[in-house]
């Protein structure tokens, strides 16, 4: 079943942060999240495995709160290059991976 | 290490033909995956294998099948084509045991006149 993702597009003018939320009716084993820029193929961004891990990358991170089937990125001090739609994939136990709808994210000058 | 290739990159097709795309995986991945994403639009599933076996399926009709052969690498077909079929075919490999990251190769884009 796919994850639900929200917001479906924010608009951030550089500097701001945001929020984007992901979650799942199913328990899950792992999370990854992915950026796609227009006309390119997917990038992975990271992935969380445990409950209530918290990654980060230069001033993007991410947590994961296995309890309640939710994982969270956040954009920090937006930058023009953090364009693009970010998808949430979940993966259950049984190795079923799914991704959610994605999120546009356009940051403007 | 070379990453998931995939071939053609483009292609032009006629309503009612068929298609073959092929994927190479990362070396040592063993699951390959399957995506249509049309314009504006998310990531349709169409199908993943593990060490040549369909090991899950998408909502996807009939015409859409695929394979995996014994070196990993993955083909995918579309037989009578439509308009509608008209996207970006995306195709993933991780190593396949849970927890792996999926790395998406460039893709095949499609176009069916």
């Known amino acids: 079943q796919q994850p639900v993702q929200s917001p479906q597009a924010v608009i951030l003018r550089e500097g701001e942060d945001a929020v984007i939320n992901c979650s799942s009716s199913k328990a899950l084993y792992s999370v990854h999240w992915y950026r796609q820029k227009h006309g390119e193929a997917p990038v992975f961004l990271m992935i969380?495995?445990?409950?209530?891990e918290q990654k980060g990358h230069d001033k993007i991170s991410a947590s994961f709160n296995e309890k309640k089937q939710q994982s969270s990125l956040y954009l920090t001090a937006s930058q023009l290059s953090y364009s693009g739609t970010y998808f949430c994939?979940?993966?259950?136990?049984?190795?079923?991976?799914?991704f959610g709808p994605g999120t546009r994210l356009s940051v403007l000058p | 290490k070379a990453g998931v290739t995939q071939t053609p990159r483009y292609l032009i097709k006629t309503r009612g033909q068929q298609v073959t795309l092929s994927c190479s995986p990362i070396s040592g991945h063993r699951s390959v995956s399957w995506y249509q994403q049309t314009p504006g639009q998310g990531l349709q599933f169409l199908f993943e294998?593990?060490?040549?076996?369909?090991?899950n399926k998408g909502n996807f009709p009939g015409r859409f099948s695929g394979r995996q052969f014994s070196n990993s690498r993955s083909e995918m077909n579309v037989s009578t084509l439509e308009l509608g079929d008209s996207a970006l075919y995306l195709c993933?490999?991780?190593?396949?045991?849970?927890?792996?990251?999926?790395?998406f190769g460039e893709g095949s884009w499609l176009t069916v006149v």
């Open positions: 294998y593990f060490s040549e076996t369909q090991r």
């Open positions: 994939g979940t993966e259950d136990r049984g190795q079923n991976f799914v």
């Open positions: 993933a490999s991780r190593v396949g045991d849970s927890g792996n990251t999926i790395y």
């Open positions: 969380l495995l445990k409950g209530g």
